[in-house]
Structures are given as structure tokens and as C-alpha cells.
């Protein structure tokens, strides 16, 4: 096992150093830049500056600098600093403007995945055992509804009948009379009342899916010869199906941590502007459209890390449950 972590934690570290400079150069690769569109920004408002006001724009930002150049000075910040450069477009530091919003997304983003799998297992493991049932056959619609439905329309369904049949404030995660307002219970109860939309919108699709994997999976595992002889040496079906094929059923969901740990970080992009969420996906969207270039780094550059340390963790998770994975 020690062997194992050894050469997984030794292919992490060049994985992050290639991917740090890979996201550098994809947020380089649109053409134009951030002095670009904001001349372009200029220019949809009715003013204007000349090519040699936005050079200069560029000379004091760095932006004529080569790539390289610019890479190590961005990279060495943030390993030297922990300084992920300014926002160009909001003309604060990247870490703050980060850093405000990650509290809130992993929030939602970590009730959203529990909620999940508090559903997911449970009702794959139920649809297995008593498959083509008539609750199999719910569950199953249910799950092909669940990824039929796109979430920011299934957020617009449930915004609706929170405003015409529940008569409360839709949008956001707080009513605008509790901003800024000390904390109360009157405003916890009004978080309450907003947060279970986004919980129930991410949710349901990766609920829908991963409830058809997990009854997929345990399709497979009660049918082999193990569950039978544990079935002939008197063991209750709660003992034999929690004790054996769910533990083997389960290797998928762990296997999802890889790329659950930066869904956290970046939540639902689409499902948190629709919802007008002040989590990081909007900020991320924002900071794209406008070639900002620290701030989309910095998230691409996060989001990969997250990636690499999910698939990291996934792998652990994977070789202490099933041996056979360690020895491969």
C-alpha cells in the first residue's frame, strides 16, 4: 500500500506542474486580450481610446511580455506569495475575489453531493433487489427524467412554484431586506426558504444517473457465486447485500471523488446564474467572456489541481476498499 501512494503522489507532482503551465497557455490561446475587450467594452458604451493608449495599457499590465515571461512571474507569485495576480476586469486581487465566493460554493456544492448519494445508493441498491417492480419502475422514470431535464430548466420550474404557489422570495440566497442584516433566526430561516432550490437542482441529475449505475452494478454483483454462498450460510439478505456486492457496487461512486472534488470548487456554472447564486461559477464565466486573464487562470489552474488531488484521493479511496485494484 505504501508503495502504491509512493508512485501515485510522485506521478501527481509533474502532472500539476504541466497542468499549471497548460492552463496558462489556454487562457492565452483566444485571440485578442483582456485590453481588447475592454476597448471593445468601451465602444459598446459610446467611448473610445486609441491603439496607442491600449499598447500602453498592455506595457504596464505585462501583456506584451512573451509567454513565457509572463508564466514564471505568475507562477512564482503564487508558489513564493500565494499571489494570484490582480482581476484586470475588477481591479481586486484574484485571491480575494476567489476566496469570498469558495465558502458558499462548497457549501451548496458539498449538501448537493450528500444529498445525492443519500439518494442514489439506497434507492440502486432497492430497484436491484426487487428489479421490474413497480417502485423500480418509478425509480426508473424518475431516473431517465432526472437526466432528461436540463438543470437550469428544472431550476426555473422550481423558482416558479416557490414564487405562484409557496409565496416566497426566489433568487439568489437571501432576500435583499436581510443583507448586511446581523445574523438572526429570521434570516437563517430566510437562507432556508432559498437554498433548497440549487440543493434539489444539482442534486436530481446526479441522482437520476448514478441511481441507473448503482442498480447496474448490483445487477451484476448478485448474480455471482459469492452472494450465493453467503445466502447458504444463513446470513440475512441485509447482511449479505450490505455486507458484499453494495461494498463491490459502490467502487463507481468512489471512483467519481476525481471529478466530484472540483465540481465543488466551480459548482453549476449555468444552474447558479439562472439561480443569480453568488458562487464561483458565475465569477469564472464572468472573468472567461472578458479574458481576464489572472482570474480565468487562477480557476482553471485551481480547478486542475483539484482535479489531480480528487483522482489522487479516488485512487486511495479505491485500493483500501478493493484489494484487487492495489495488486493491479
Known amino acids: 500500500m505504501a508503495n502504491f501512494l509512493l508512485r501515485r503522489i510522485l506521478w501527481a507532482i509533474p502532472t500539476l506542474i504541466v497542468v499549471s503551465f497548460i492552463s496558462f497557455i489556454i487562457i492565452q490561446l ?3 486580450d483582456y485590453v481588447t475587450a475592454y476597448a471593445a467594452e468601451l465602444r459598446n458604451s459610446g467611448e473610445y481610446i486609441t491603439a496607442a493608449q491600449e499598447n500602453a495599457i498592455r506595457t504596464q499590465l505585462g501583456l506584451n511580455d512573451p509567454i513565457l515571461v509572463q508564466y514564471v512571474r505568475w ?5 513564493l506569495h500565494g499571489d494570484f495576480g490582480q482581476s484586470f476586469h ?15 460554493t462548497l457549501l451548496l456544492s458539498s449538501l448537493s453531493l450528500v444529498f445525492t448519494w443519500i439518494i442514489a445508493i439506497p434507492i440502486g441498491v432497492y430497484s436491484a433487489q426487487r428489479q421490474y417492480s413497480l417502485l423500480d419502475y418509478v425509480f426508473t422514470i424518475f431516473g431517465f427524467l432526472g437526466k432528461g431535464i436540463p438543470d437550469f430548466l428544472l431550476a426555473l420550474i422550481l423558482m416558479w412554484i416557490g414564487f405562484a404557489w409557496m409565496n416566497i422570495d426566489v433568487g439568489g440566497l437571501i432576500s435583499p431586506r436581510f443583507e448586511g442584516a446581523p445574523l438572526s433566526l429570521s434570516k437563517v430561516l430566510n437562507v432556508l426558504n432559498h437554498v433548497w432550490i440549487p440543493i434539489v437542482v444539482l442534486a436530481t441529475g446526479g441522482a437520476a444517473g448514478l441511481i441507473r449505475v448503482m442498480r447496474a452494478n ?3 454483483e448478485l448474480g455471482k457465486p459469492y452472494v450465493e454462498t453467503a445466502y ?3 446470513l440475512s439478505e441485509r447482511q449479505v447485500v450490505w455486507g458484499y456486492p453494495v461494498r463491490v457496487a459502490l467502487n463507481p461512486f468512489i471512483s467519481t471523488v476525481g471529478w466530484a472534488l472540483p465540481a465543488l470548487f466551480s459548482g453549476d456554472v449555468i444552474t447558479a446564474v439562472v439561480l443569480n447564486l453568488p458562487t464561483t461559477g458565475p465569477l469564472m464565466l464572468q472573468a472567461l467572456k472578458m479574458q481576464d486573464m489572472y482570474l ?27 484489494p484487487r485494484i492495489r495488486y493491479a
Open 90 to 104: 475588477w481591479n481586486a486581487p484574484v485571491s480575494d475575489l476567489i476566496w469570498s465566493r469558495l465558502a458558499l
Open 30 to 32: 483566444p485571440p485578442g
Open 232 to 234: 447458504a450460510q444463513g
Open 75 to 79: 507562477i512564482g507569485n503564487i508558489l
Open 296 to 322: 480565468a487562470g487562477a480557476f482553471i489552474l485551481i480547478l486542475s489541481v483539484f482535479t489531480v488531488i480528487g483522482t489522487l484521493l479516488s485512487d486511495i479511496l479505491l485500493a483500501w476498499s478493493d
Open 218 to 220: 448490483m445487477l451484476d
